[in-house]
């Protein structure tokens, strides 16, 4: 018999665990109380990454004399950039909806609640009620609010603020230097705002590999963002320009004038409302508790993405949604969250999967390191003038690759052959003796391979 899914929660991880259902043969509601695409289409990933590659050609532009290129006259047209970037998101939106209606799914505008095991009601313009045999919890997550004198303020944002500002502030103050954090201060900083980044943490991007978190750091101090590590927001006030953020640093307040502060502090699971405490769905520090197939303690109700605070990151929704509505309809999932790659999109870019370095030690895992530096390699020479590195951790006794840290040009798609390489748990051996096309940036993942051994073709040995 057929059955039926409800998908509550239309982002990345609900709109493709819905079609995925669909394929699989069930009838397959989708409730969606804002816009079809969630934070990642509406107010996250594409948003930032439409402003972000026109910015990196604005920065291509700039520096385009030496490389032959001459340009009168370039500047950034913000309003012309907003609208840009509104035309992209309404395209994917618009995307999302016609593979939905394409796949049979039935979209309910509306807040979704669990009513029990078995019933969700649709609260809105038509209210409803629907029966379910599987229910997938995709409910999200919101930014982290901390509570400071100020924080109420008019000039205090959160990302989806910061991506549609109607003019560019002159000064910024950024809390968090996240990932959030760091695409928006790179973001800011090209179209000539003075950006400061107030991490409490003594470095930036923890959980990316520490090397490459200090060379982002070096790079975007570089280009005039002020890091103040190890430091602290107090207090907001007004100021004279907007307002003046309170820093605290080594005992220290400094008063930085910023006509906006952007509080990137991390994401919190959404995992109350939506009839949750009435059923009992059970939460562990915020986030819905599940199983290894994503199921909650209520065998037919799943949850996945930023809602269990696993990874929040869309393709992992994505790929959560896939297993639990494959495990829901009686087929063997397949989710090896040690391929989940996390990448920034910042110039050069940035990108990693499996183990950091730091991971590694702390969990005392024998080890080799093989690093390749850019500059040996010819297309990422011609690309952006040598820089980045790639960096190979293998096994210390069998060669197998562990994790895969880069930056460079266009890494954020190269990293997928390294994913690959982690689920067929290949060698060093094996990235090497697959032939990598010439020139091309991903010949560097197979210096870095041979740089395990010390072995590179284009990099002078280290001291033996
Ligand atoms: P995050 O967890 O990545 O970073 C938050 C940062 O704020 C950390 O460095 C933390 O130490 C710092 N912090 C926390 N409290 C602070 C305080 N009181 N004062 C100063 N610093 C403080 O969170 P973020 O950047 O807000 O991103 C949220 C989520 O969205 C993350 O899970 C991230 O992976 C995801 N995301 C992914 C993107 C991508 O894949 N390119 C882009 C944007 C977000």
Not at 220 to 248: D, Y
């Amino acid at each position: 018999m057929q059955k039926t899914i409800i998908v509550i929660g239309g982002g990345p991880g609900g709109y493709v665990a819905a079609i995925r259902a669909a394929q699989l043969g069930a009838k397959v509601h989708l409730i969606e109380k804002g816009n079809l695409g969630g934070t990642c289409l509406n107010v996250g990933c594409i948003p930032t990454k439409a402003l972000l590659h026109t910015v990196e050609l604005y920065e291509a532009v700039k520096s385009a004399s030496p490389i032959g290129l001459k340009v009168e006259k370039c500047s950034i047209d913000w309003s012309g950039l907003q609208k840009h970037r509104q035309v992209v998101v309404d395209r994917l939106v618009g995307g999302v909806k016609g593979l939905l209606k394409a796949n049979g799914v039935e979209v309910h505008q509306g807040e979704g609640v669990l009513k029990d095991k078995n019933t969700v009601s649709v609260v809105g313009a038509a209210s409803k009620e629907l029966p379910a045999d599987y229910i997938v919890l995709a409910l999200g997550s919101s930014p982290v609010k901390l509570n400071f004198p100020g924080s109420e303020l008019p000039g205090v944002i959160y990302s989806a603020a910061a991506l549609s500002l109607e003019k560019i502030p002159a000064s910024m103050v950024i809390v968090g230097g996240g990932v959030i954090g760091i695409e928006l201060a790179a973001l800011y900083n090209s179209v000539g705002c003075k950006v400061t980044v107030v991490e409490m943490l003594p470095e930036i991007l923890p959980p990316v590999d520490s090397e490459l978190a200090i060379q982002v750091r070096e790079e975007l101090s570089q280009r005039g963002v002020t890091f103040m590590n190890e430091a602290k927001l107090t207090e907001a006030v007004r100021g004279q320009n907007g307002l003046i953020a309170k820093v605290e640093k080594a005992g220290k307040v400094h008063e930085l004038e910023a006509e906006k502060i952007l509080m990137a502090v991390g994401r919190r699971a959404n995992s109350t409302g939506a009839g949750l405490e009435k059923l009992g769905i059970a939460t562990e520090r915020g986030r819905i508790k599940v199983n290894s197939l994503f199921a909650t303690n209520i065998p037919n109700i799943y949850a996945i993405g930023d809602c269990n605070g696993e990874l929040m990151l869309a393709h992992a929704a994505s790929a959560q949604g896939v297993a639990a509505v494959e495990h829901a309809l009686g087929h063997e999932p397949a989710y090896y969250r040690q391929t989940v790659p996390s990448c920034i999109y910042i110039q050069p870019e940035v990108a990693g999967v499996g183990m950091t370095e730091d991971e590694l030690k702390k969990k005392n895992i024998p080890y080799k390191v093989g690093r390749f530096p850019l500059a040996g390699n010819g297309k990422s020479v011609i690309e952006n003038n040598g820089k980045g590195q790639i960096k190979i951790l293998a096994g210390a006794k069998y060669e197998e690759i562990l994790g895969v840290h880069m930056i460079g040009p266009r890494v954020t798609d190269l990293i997928a052959e390294a994913a690959m390489a982690i689920r067929l748990e290949a060698t060093v051996d094996e990235l090497i003796s697959t032939v990598h096309a010439h020139p091309t940036v991903s010949e560097a993942v197979a210096e870095a391979a041979l740089a395990v051994n010390n072995q590179t073709i284009h990099w002078p040995p280290t001291a033996r």
